[in-house]
Each structure stands twice: as C-alpha cells, then as structure tokens.
C-alpha cells in the first residue's frame, strides 16, 4: 500500500481534482490512501470568517462563508454534473448550515473562539474536500471510500497543534485501511483528528504531511508521495535563482538541513513517523506527474562529500565577540550557548577565530537583551540584514577541500564568516542579504556545472525554433521551462 496525499492547490478546482483522479488511477495497483487538504485556500477563508464573526462582525463572516459555499456547490457541481445536486444536499448544505450556527453563536457573543471552536470550525475544510474528491473518483470510476479522519487520527486534546497519540492512532488505522478490499481506494481529510472524548481537533497548520506520514507509518507503507506544485527538491532555492537541477534523491537527514536552511518543500518534523520506520517519501508535482520528482530514503545515492543543494536563509544576524584574554571565551561561549537555548534561538553557524567568535541566529529582536547580559571585557559587533547560505550534502563538513573550493567561487562576495553548519552535512556562509542571489549564483556555478546524472536531473535541452524571432534554445529545467537566447 502506498500513501498519496495531495496539498490545497492540487485540489484547488474541479479540474485540478480531476488531475489527481488521473494520478490516483495510474497508481491503482499499489493500492493507495488518498489523504487530501482543504480545496485551495479554504482554511485561511474559514480563519478569516471565524475571526470576523468573533469580533462581531457578522456582515463580513457571512460574506465569507458564502464565498467558501458557492466556490465548494460550483466545483463539486463542476465535478459531479448529474450527481451533484443530490451530493450537495447530502454533504455540502447540511455543513455550511453548522458552520453557520457556529459563526452566529459567536457573532452575538454566546461563544468564545476558543481553540477548541476554532478547530471545529477549521476541521470543515477537509471534511468537505475529502467528500468532494471522493465522489469524484467514484464518478471517474475509481471506487472510493471516504473515511472520516476523526475516526483514525487520535490525538490529544491541545488544540489547533494537537498531538497525534501515535499508538492508538496505528492500531486504527490497521483496523481499518487494509481491509476496504484491494479494489477500494480510501479517501480521508488530512490536518484533522480528534480526542479520545470524541472533540475534533486539529495538528497545526500545514498539518495534512504529517497526517500523511502517520497513515503511512500506521500501515507500514511502500512509499508516501506528497503531491504539490513543484518538481521536487532543487539544488537552488528558485526564489533565488531560477537555474536549479532537480535532485532524484536525497537522505533523510540532507532533507532535514535543508529544511533547516529555509528550503520550503518539507518540514522535518512532519514526516518524522515515517522516518523512524524508514519509509520513502517523495515529492511530486500534480502538475507535471511524468516528473519523477525527489526521493527521500534512509541512503540516498551520491557518494559521501557530493553537494546536493544550496540552501539558504534570509533576515540573520551575525554577531562578533572579541575578547583580551582568550581564557575566557569558553565560558562566554557556554553561558551564550545556554542563554539562547532558554530563549530557544537556533544558532545557524559558528565560527571559532583566535581571539573571538563569530555566530549567526535568526531572531535578532531579543539579541539586545541577551548581549546585555555579556561581560564588558569583550566587545561585541553586531551585523544585520545578513543571509546564511549552507551547501547541503551528507559528509561535506567532514571534506576539507570543499570549503576551499566554497571559498575561492566566492571571492568577489563580502562573506561575513564561514564555517561548518552545525552538523556534518552542511557547510555554511553567511553574507549581506544584497549579495545573496549572487553568492548562490557563484556557488551554483562552481558545483552544479557538470552533474552526476544518477543523482540529479540536470538540464535537458531541446532546440525550438521561436515563431518570428531568431533560433532560440528552450532550457527544460527542474522548476519548469524558460527560453533563452541562442549563444
Ligand atoms: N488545510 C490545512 C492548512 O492549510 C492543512 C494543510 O493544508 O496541510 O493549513
Ligand atoms: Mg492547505
């Protein structure tokens, strides 16, 4: 059995639904869970609404809801055609009428938008688009079951970040899941479970990943693919620059640095179920399925030292600290280390000079307060609007000539300081933020120009000839197409 779980913008319409019953047919035979996410950006509309009517302000969260209703009727009547009118009345009316209870019991101050009505309220989201999708398959003959997750997904009763309780949850769903019948595809909401007393909960925003990963880690699945809008992890963030490869593979802990250098495909700690039982998760794109996207297994090919990807992080401060004597800096460096750990600031990257350190951290707002705290003898500089750039590969920290080579391909940059990241698969830089696309651009250049194709997915070109202007050269990259000029 695999997991399939697709994210809001590949539910987002009638047609993008009908994309995913494409996907979800070409893998039938793996027999699949299909766990989805509200339709596009309904569960910030819900926010919106809840919000309005607690503050009174029902003319705005009926505007709301009404909007969310009709979007919902237009798709699923989209979708269903003949059906449909009997559909909405069965699940779609009868859900906006108790939302509609709800915001009015808030409106007129009966209620309180406590966590707990506020994940009520939230949980409609995927109710409704778990239902949608799967009337649709059963329209496009994928016979689906719709489950509620609220029967399956235990947690405890923190609400809006509920806790899964991961035991009783797995005992659910291997209850339930593998005996729907090998021909079933099982349909169900991601983001929301409830407690044991039966209140519907919710595991946090974006939370529908790690509803993935526990139905794949409760049924020992093949594989979890998480299907969203892009081709996979890229060796370059594209927000900086547009010319990244696509990495086919990538280890567990490559995905995890990655992440923690600001890459935006996967949060760790989201799929950690599925990484304890070591079972591969990729990322496709919904938009282009022939993509074969990125693996993130236990052992990913490439030998140890290959850099995999250059992440990168915005808005850090780099702080310098010199002291006289240098007897003193391991205390220093103990009471700093302690003292951001009580205010739970990660420290990016260190640098140990003879007579100083140097370290970047993401929160500069409380950095005042704690260099306050430091002894006069040792003076400090302070540098903001700094970026961290970090080349991620399992072993680069431990392979001495590539912080060299680093450091040469970035001669014309004003790096700050440099080190090893804070674990042995990562090294980083830190740099002014005006610099950022062009260290990127630097460092891309020096160790992404010739690839292993084994281990990415480098740039195929295809000669096209431009109606009307001269004879271009298209570059098929990872992150989609662009024409450039022929040289
Ligand atoms: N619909 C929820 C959210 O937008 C959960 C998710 O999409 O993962 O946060
Ligand atoms: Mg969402």
């Given at each position: 059995m695999?997991?399939?779980k697709?994210g809001g913008s590949?539910?987002e319409s009638a047609?993008a639904?009908e994309k995913?019953?494409?996907?979800?047919k070409a893998?039938q035979d793996?027999?699949p869970?299909?766990?989805v996410?509200a339709?596009?950006?309904t569960?910030?509309g819900?926010v919106?609404?809840?919000?309005?009517a607690?503050?009174?302000?029902s003319y705005l969260?009926w505007?709301q809801?009404?909007?969310l209703?009709?979007?919902?009727?237009?798709?699923a009547?989209?979708?269903?055609r003949?059906?449909?009118?009997?559909?909405?009345?069965?699940h779609i009316n009868?859900?906006?009428?108790?939302?509609?209870?709800?915001?009015t019991s808030?409106?007129?101050?009966d209620?309180?938008?406590?966590?707990e009505l506020r994940?009520e309220i939230?949980s409609?989201g995927?109710?409704?688009?778990?239902?949608?999708?799967?009337a649709?398959f059963n329209?496009?003959?994928?016979?689906?079951?719709?489950?509620?997750?609220?029967r399956l997904i235990?947690?405890?009763?923190?609400?809006t970040?509920a806790?899964?309780l991961y035991?009783?949850?797995?005992?659910?769903?291997?209850r339930?899941?593998?005996?729907?019948?090998e021909?079933t595809?099982a349909?169900m909401?991601g983001?929301?479970g409830a407690?044991?007393a039966g209140a519907t909960?919710?595991?946090?925003r974006g939370?529908?990943d790690?509803t993935?990963?526990i139905?794949g880690?409760?049924?020992c699945?093949?594989?979890?693919?998480i299907?969203t809008d892009?081709d996979?992890?890229l060796?370059c963030?594209?927000?900086?620059?547009?010319?990244g490869?696509?990495v086919r593979?990538?280890s567990?802990?490559e995905?995890?640095?990655?992440?923690?250098l600001?890459a935006k495909v996967?949060?760790?700690?989201?799929?950690a179920?599925?990484i304890r039982q070591?079972?591969p998760?990729?990322?496709r794109?919904?938009?282009?399925p022939?993509?074969e996207?990125t693996?993130?297994?236990?052992?990913?090919?490439?030998s140890n030292?290959t850099?995999?990807s250059i992440?990168?992080k915005?808005n850090?401060?780099?702080?310098?600290l010199d002291?006289?004597?240098?007897?003193v800096?391991?205390?220093?460096t103990?009471g700093l280390g302690s003292?951001f750990a009580r205010?739970?600031?990660?420290?990016?990257l260190?640098?140990?000079?003879p007579a100083?350190?140097?370290?970047?951290?993401?929160?500069s707002a409380?950095?005042?307060e704690?260099?306050?705290?430091?002894d006069?003898?040792?003076?400090?500089?302070?540098?903001?609007?700094r970026?961290?750039?970090?080349?991620?590969?399992?072993g680069?920290?431990?392979?001495?000539s590539?912080?060299?080579?680093a450091?040469s391909a970035?001669?014309g940059?004003?790096v700050r300081?440099?080190?090893?990241?804070?674990s042995?698969?990562?090294l980083?830089?830190?740099?002014?933020?005006?610099?950022?696309p062009?260290?990127?651009?630097?460092?891309h250049?020096?160790?992404?120009s010739?690839?292993?194709p084994?281990?990415?997915?480098?740039?195929?070109e295809?000669?096209?000839?431009?109606?009307?202007?001269?004879?271009q050269?298209?570059?098929?990259?990872?992150?989609g197409?662009?024409t450039?000029?022929a040289l």
């Amino acid at each position: 059995m695999i997991v399939m779980k697709f994210g809001g913008s590949s539910v987002e319409s009638a047609s993008a639904i009908e994309k995913v019953a494409s996907i979800v047919k070409a893998h039938q035979d793996r027999r699949p869970v299909v766990v989805v996410s509200a339709m596009g950006k309904t569960t910030d509309g819900l926010v919106a609404a809840a919000d309005h009517a607690a503050r009174g302000n029902s003319y705005l969260a009926w505007r709301q809801l009404g909007e969310l209703r009709n979007f919902h009727i237009q798709e699923a009547q989209r979708l269903l055609r003949s059906q449909a009118q009997v559909f909405i009345e069965q699940h779609i009316n009868p859900k906006f009428r108790e939302l509609h209870v709800l915001l009015t019991s808030l409106a007129e101050g009966d209620r309180q938008l406590t966590p707990e009505l506020r994940d009520e309220i939230l949980s409609y989201g995927e109710r409704l688009s778990s239902q949608i999708v799967a009337a649709a398959f059963n329209r496009l003959g994928i016979k689906a079951a719709h489950l509620d997750a609220r029967r399956l997904i235990l947690t405890d009763n923190q609400f809006t970040h509920a806790e899964p309780l991961y035991w009783e949850t797995y005992a659910k769903l291997r209850r339930t899941l593998p005996y729907l019948g090998e021909d079933t595809v099982a349909v169900m909401g991601g983001f929301i479970g409830a407690t044991e007393a039966g209140a519907t909960t919710t595991l946090g925003r974006g939370g529908s990943d790690l509803t993935a990963s526990i139905v794949g880690a409760g049924i020992c699945a093949d594989e979890i693919q998480i299907w969203t809008d892009v081709d996979g992890m890229l060796t370059c963030d594209p927000r900086v620059l547009e010319r990244g490869h696509r990495v086919r593979t990538i280890s567990y802990r490559e995905a995890e640095e990655m992440a923690r250098l600001g890459a935006k495909v996967l949060r760790p700690a989201t799929v950690a179920p599925a990484i304890r039982q070591r079972i591969p998760i990729s990322i496709r794109n919904t938009r282009r399925p022939e993509v074969e996207g990125t693996q993130i297994v236990a052992k990913a090919n490439g030998s140890n030292g290959t850099v995999k990807s250059i992440a990168c992080k915005k808005n850090m401060t780099v702080v310098h600290l010199d002291v006289r004597h240098v007897g003193v800096l391991p205390s220093i460096t103990e009471g700093l280390g302690s003292l951001f750990a009580r205010h739970n600031i990660t420290v990016e990257l260190v640098q140990a000079r003879p007579a100083g350190v140097s370290f970047a951290i993401a929160d500069s707002a409380v950095l005042p307060e704690l260099l306050h705290k430091v002894d006069h003898s040792v003076q400090v500089r302070v540098e903001e609007e700094r970026a961290v750039v970090g080349l991620v590969g399992e072993g680069v920290g431990s392979t001495p000539s590539l912080m060299s080579r680093a450091l040469s391909a970035l001669k014309g940059i004003n790096v700050r300081m440099h080190s090893q990241g804070s674990s042995l698969s990562t090294l980083c830089f830190a740099v002014p933020e005006t610099d950022l696309p062009g260290a990127v651009e630097c460092l891309h250049r020096e160790f992404f120009s010739a690839v292993d194709p084994e281990v990415f997915a480098a740039a195929r070109e295809i000669v096209e000839v431009a109606p009307g202007a001269d004879r271009q050269r298209s570059l098929v990259l990872a992150g989609g197409s662009r024409t450039v000029p022929a040289l």
